[in-house]
């Protein structure tokens, strides 16, 4: 007899349908599955014999074929257990498969002990999304991994735990409530940091800029002048995540099996990582430090320490806010929508150009400086210089000037969101060029403060974009509807500061 299942795998960080079709034959017992499984889920056979053993079935003497379709699709995990062995027993006869069964239009997963209970599996979410996007009634997981899977409004979620419960509910011997949908309250991260960052009013002001905007930012200066607690407050100033941002992060954070975060992710990875640990790799690809950030930070400290490879990796998520990885067994999209933050020091030291500190010669300061490439340093639109401050001017942010900060970025996301509702994009930074002169207008006599601008600084048409992109968030900022001189005029100067030579703006 033959039976077909729906089950779910990972790829990358989303869910894959995974269709089970499973056969009884006559001939000499053996269990084949098929359709490029993983080592989980081949060592699946001995785990499902056992739970069905366990769980008071026998196991079918002939010959038993499971199929995992589409057969080009890497099968990786164990969440194939459960259906896997829902399908045996259909095969069989002992569960129904008719149009009007529990088994129509639902989706199984699940790993199985040796004694038939249901344990959890990492991805329940992402795979939970899947099936809200087939359009399934329900989702029998288990019971664990319910929780999770009904923070989405979608199919009935229903958690199992055991093989025996499962095979009873499906029977409709056993009724089981499905879990009933929940959210949680999100926030924003805390704002101390926000309020100790201490007489550096530039850097405050392009830090609201970046959040407001979504604006990737290069913070440079010597050692102690505030580069990682800026970062920090970079942070408090972001608003809580909505909850489409929550659940796409929630998605890439369950696959890995990690805990869903109520923030804003904030990753802030040694400048040892490698290239896989930051875009994202591995047999089977998995996210990495760069899809762990969507819609929320990406600290880079020490910007030149990082290797070149692992600078370039940049270039791709920068420009079009997901990363591509192709391997020959497997291609995957991971998001990678993030605000990042980098900051560095001007020379190995980090003192110059004080040589009363500085000891590093010029080539020194060539070769360090020599690491970050002009077309990454292009890509990053707000660059601040910071210095040390008069000890006049290191008094802390108050409560209430922190709150107003707060308050003014979410005004302009707000602003965005109402403007790019009908467009794939949600804030300034992600403008297509094709779409600035629609969004990003100017008057006659800020053509003419761009075109001066354009040629003094030997800007590149990408760094031109960008200083539009940044007028737009400066005017939402003031609440305006069209960009003013004034905005114009603060984002060159938030755009081209003096990078040391390092590259044009």
Not at 4 to 31: D, K, M, Q, W, Y
């Amino acid at each position: 007899m033959f039976c077909s299942i729906s089950g779910c795998t990972l790829s990358g960080a989303s869910g894959a349908l995974v269709r089970v079709e499973t056969t009884l034959s006559n001939g000499l017992p053996n269990f084949y599955v098929v359709g490029l499984p993983d080592s989980i889920v081949r060592e699946s056979k001995e785990r499902i014999r056992s739970a069905l053993q366990d769980s008071g079935f026998s196991f079918p003497s002939g010959r038993i074929t499971v199929n995992l379709a589409p057969a080009h699709l890497k099968k990786i995990g164990s969440a194939l257990d459960f259906p896997i062995a829902a399908s045996i027993l259909c095969a069989e006869g002992l569960l129904p498969q008719g149009e009007d069964s529990l088994l129509s239009r639902a989706m199984l997963l699940g790993e199985l002990s040796l004694n038939g209970e249901l344990r959890p599996v990492p991805g329940a979410l992402a795979m939970a999304a899947h099936a809200k996007d087939l359009g399934c009634r329900r989702l029998l997981l288990p019971a664990e991994n319910a929780k999770e899977a009904a923070l989405l409004d979608g199919p009935e979620i229903i958690g199992i735990r055991t093989l025996g419960e499962a095979v009873d509910y499906l029977r409709g011997f056993r009724a089981l409530s499905p879990t009933p949908h929940h959210f949680p309250l999100l926030s924003a991260a805390d704002p101390k940091p926000l309020q100790a960052l201490m007489g550096q009013p530039l850097t405050l002001r392009a830090l609201t800029v970046s959040a407001a905007g979504m604006h990737p930012i290069l913070l440079w200066g010597p050692p102690g002048t505030g580069k990682t607690m800026a970062a920090q407050a970079l942070r408090a100033l972001l608003p809580p995540p909505s909850p489409r941002e929550y659940l796409e992060t929630g998605s890439v954070y369950s696959s890995l099996g990690l805990s869903l975060p109520k923030e804003r992710p904030y990753r802030a990875p040694h400048h040892t990582v490698s290239a896989a640990g930051l875009a994202g790799g591995g047999q089977p690809i998995k996210p990495g430090e760069i899809t762990l950030a969507h819609h929320g930070i990406l600290f880079l400290d020490e910007l030149p320490e990082f290797s070149r490879p692992v600078l370039e990796t940049l270039r791709q998520p920068l420009e079009e806010h997901r990363i591509r990885i192709r391997r020959s067994h497997e291609s995957v999209t991971l998001p990678a929508d993030f605000l990042l933050i980098a900051s560095m020091n001007p020379c190995p030291c980090g003192y110059y150009p004080d040589r009363s500190r500085c000891q590093c010669s010029e080539s020194q300061i060539r070769h360090y400086l020599g690491r970050l490439r002009g077309p990454l340093l292009d890509r990053i639109d707000l660059g601040v210089l910071l210095g040390a401050p008069d000890y006049e001017d290191l008094k802390p942010l108050s409560a209430n000037d922190a709150e107003n900060l707060r308050e003014s970025v979410r005004k302009a996301r707000e602003i965005q969101a109402k403007r790019y509702q009908e467009l794939p994009y949600h804030y300034n930074a992600q403008i297509l060029s094709t779409d600035l002169p629609r969004f990003c207008p100017l008057s006659f006599e800020g053509e003419d403060l761009l075109k001066t601008a354009y040629r003094h600084y030997r800007l590149s048409v990408r760094g031109m974009h960008r200083i539009l992109k940044i007028a737009r968030t400066l005017a939402d900022l003031s609440e305006s509807s069209s960009i003013g001189i004034p905005h114009l005029q603060e984002a060159i100067q938030l755009r081209c500061p003096d990078f040391l030579g390092m590259t044009s703006c």
